[in-house]
């Protein structure tokens, strides 16, 4: 009793550990630790920082300025020698710390249309980054939902051969008592007992394949390869949707987030040959200082005190030729629009026949889950007939092993293709630009 009461404590705990998800709660997990998730809010973040940081260039820049300069003791007083005078005229001070404070301003007037084409562009890439932020949540998503029901289609195909396995037992067991009253062969036993072992090897294979689906299950939601982790059984339900191919294609090119993002991006570099063509504009700036300094050199004789005074000044610049380097900016600028615009093209024409395979698929699925329902009621009638006959000895060993093969073949197939159309309906459902979280 002692014995029994230790066991059921060291074990309490690893049953207690098992979690057993559903859906929502995998989508959930799963996005909220996705690392691929982190990556994209990282580039969304900087776009923003981005479009930030060209937003303070329209602002006036503010920087302060200290400077301290010692000067060599050999620095004389500046003196001036008078005709009339034999003694020099000392008209200031020999001042050997200097003290420089001083608080600039710079405010841009005007800079050939630069800034402004500068943040349109990075407004345009913020919008770009947040369509590929949201693409990729869709991607992690669609690797939850396979891992999830993969996970959950290697669970049951290991019930369905583990079931088998029982039911073949029992005939075995029977068959056995057959043999001994000498009501079958030796031939006939053999044959459940080879088919018996050929169970027991699926079995393997099936319990070795849902392990290796747990695990890839538990990655895509971000736990620890190893934990005992079960999906909800009770979701398998199926819901036929009905897709018109004619409206699916057109909502496809009008919602994908990889065609809005690049669309984002070609105005983007539209923007990026306006600026390229700021060059041939002149820049206006306004600057203003403000000086407080010891000795201040706007105040003559220097004197060893501080002294403030300021000053506001318009400039021009502007580059009258520069060898062409403006001209060939605005070539990069214009074939970088060019390829942006073909990758549009090319991106629009996978994403019609993504669609179109997608729409294909779910259909096929759709129809092999019809079917094998109908192949699983067969078989197992089929079976349930055999089985009865057997036991009265009125069908083979061979009749036994091929109703049960027939069985555990129809319902591995259902399974599949239950999996299959869910997985399949909710690709296509992505591949239309719907979110599937």
């Given at each position: 009793?002692?014995?029994?009461?230790v066991?059921?404590?060291?074990?309490t705990p690893?049953?207690?550990?098992?979690k057993i998800?559903?859906?929502?709660?995998?989508?959930?997990?799963g996005?909220s630790?996705?690392k691929?998730?982190?990556?994209?809010k990282?580039k969304l973040?900087?776009?923003?920082?981005?479009l930030?940081?060209i937003?303070?260039?329209?602002?006036?820049?503010?920087?302060l300025i200290?400077?301290?300069?010692?000067?060599?003791d050999?620095?004389?007083?500046?003196?001036?020698?008078?005709?009339f005078s034999?003694?020099p005229i000392?008209?200031?001070?020999?001042?050997?710390?200097?003290?420089?404070?001083?608080?600039?301003l710079?405010?841009?007037?005007?800079?050939?249309?630069?800034?402004?084409?500068?943040?349109?562009?990075?407004?345009?890439?913020?919008?770009?980054?947040?369509?590929d932020?949201?693409?990729?949540?869709?991607?992690?998503?669609?690797?939850?939902?396979?891992?999830?029901?993969?996970?959950?289609?290697?669970?049951?195909?290991?019930?369905?051969?583990?079931?088998?396995?029982?039911?073949?037992?029992?005939?075995?067991?029977?068959?056995?008592?057959?043999?001994?009253?000498?009501?079958?062969?030796?031939?006939?036993?053999l044959?459940?007992e080879?088919?018996y072992?050929?169970l027991?090897?699926?079995?393997i294979?099936?319990?070795?394949?849902?392990q290796?689906?747990?695990?890839n299950?538990?990655?895509a939601?971000?736990?620890?390869?190893?934990?005992?982790?079960?999906?909800?059984?009770?979701?398998?339900?199926?819901?036929?949707?009905?897709?018109?191919?004619?409206?699916?294609?057109?909502?496809?090119?009008?919602?994908?987030n990889?065609?809005?993002?690049?669309s984002?991006?070609?105005?983007?570099?539209?923007?990026?040959i306006r600026?390229?063509?700021?060059?041939?504009?002149?820049?206006?700036?306004?600057?203003?200082?403000?000086?407080?300094?010891?000795?201040?050199p706007?105040?003559q004789?220097?004197?060893?005190?501080?002294?403030?005074?300021?000053?506001?000044?318009?400039?021009?610049?502007?580059?009258?030729w520069?060898?062409?380097a403006?001209?060939?900016?605005?070539r990069?600028?214009?074939?970088?629009?060019i390829?942006?615009?073909?990758?549009?093209?090319?991106?629009?024409?996978?994403?019609?026949?993504?669609?179109?395979?997608?729409?294909?698929?779910?259909?096929?699925?759709?129809?092999?889950?019809?079917?094998?329902e109908?192949?699983?009621?067969?078989?197992?009638?089929?079976?349930?007939v055999t089985?009865?006959k057997?036991?009265?000895?009125l069908?083979?060993?061979?009749?036994?092993?091929?109703?049960?093969?027939?069985?555990l073949?129809?319902?591995?197939?259902?399974?599949?293709?239950?999996?299959?159309?869910?997985?399949?309906?909710?690709?296509?459902?992505?591949?239309?630009?719907?979110?599937?979280?």
């Amino acid at each position: 009793m002692k014995k029994l009461l230790v066991l059921m404590l060291l074990w309490t705990p690893l049953f207690a550990q098992e979690k057993i998800f559903t859906l929502k709660e995998s989508l959930e997990i799963g996005l909220s630790n996705s690392k691929d998730l982190k990556i994209s809010k990282a580039k969304l973040n900087y776009a923003g920082a981005k479009l930030s940081e060209i937003n303070s260039q329209f602002l006036p820049q503010f920087k302060l300025i200290g400077n301290y300069t010692r000067l060599s003791d050999n620095i004389p007083a500046f003196e001036v020698t008078m005709p009339f005078s034999p003694v020099p005229i000392q008209i200031s001070e020999q001042i050997l710390n200097n003290y420089t404070f001083k608080i600039g301003l710079n405010q841009p007037l005007f800079t050939g249309f630069k800034l402004s084409a500068l943040h349109r562009s990075a407004k345009l890439n913020q919008r770009a980054s947040e369509q590929d932020y949201s693409k990729d949540e869709n991607e992690a998503a669609l690797n939850i939902y396979q891992a999830y029901w993969n996970y959950f289609k290697a669970d049951e195909i290991k019930k369905v051969i583990a079931q088998s396995l029982r039911q073949m037992e029992g005939h075995l067991k029977d068959t056995r008592n057959f043999h001994a009253n000498g009501l079958v062969s030796k031939n006939d036993l053999l044959k459940l007992e080879v088919q018996y072992s050929s169970l027991k090897l699926m079995l393997i294979d099936a319990e070795n394949n849902a392990q290796l689906a747990r695990i890839n299950f538990n990655k895509a939601i971000g736990v620890e390869l190893d934990s005992p982790t079960k999906v909800s059984a009770a979701e398998m339900s199926i819901r036929f949707e009905k897709y018109e191919l004619a409206d699916l294609i057109p909502e496809a090119i009008s919602h994908r987030n990889e065609l809005q993002s690049l669309s984002n991006r070609v105005d983007a570099s539209g923007q990026g040959i306006r600026a390229a063509k700021s060059n041939w504009f002149p820049s206006i700036y306004l600057s203003s200082n403000y000086y407080y300094s010891n000795p201040n050199p706007r105040f003559q004789p220097a004197t060893d005190e501080f002294n403030s005074n300021w000053d506001v000044g318009v400039s021009v610049s502007w580059d009258v030729w520069n060898w062409g380097a403006t001209s060939a900016q605005m070539r990069q600028a214009q074939q970088t629009k060019i390829e942006l615009e073909t990758k549009f093209d090319q991106l629009k024409e996978g994403i019609q026949l993504e669609v179109y395979a997608n729409y294909l698929n779910v259909t096929k699925t759709e129809e092999k889950v019809t079917v094998s329902e109908e192949a699983v009621a067969q078989a197992n009638e089929n079976y349930r007939v055999t089985s009865e006959k057997y036991n009265l000895q009125l069908a083979t060993s061979t009749d036994l092993i091929d109703a049960e093969t027939a069985k555990l073949q129809a319902e591995t197939n259902l399974k599949t293709a239950l999996v299959d159309y869910q997985i399949a309906r909710v690709k296509l459902e992505k591949s239309v630009g719907r979110r599937i979280y």
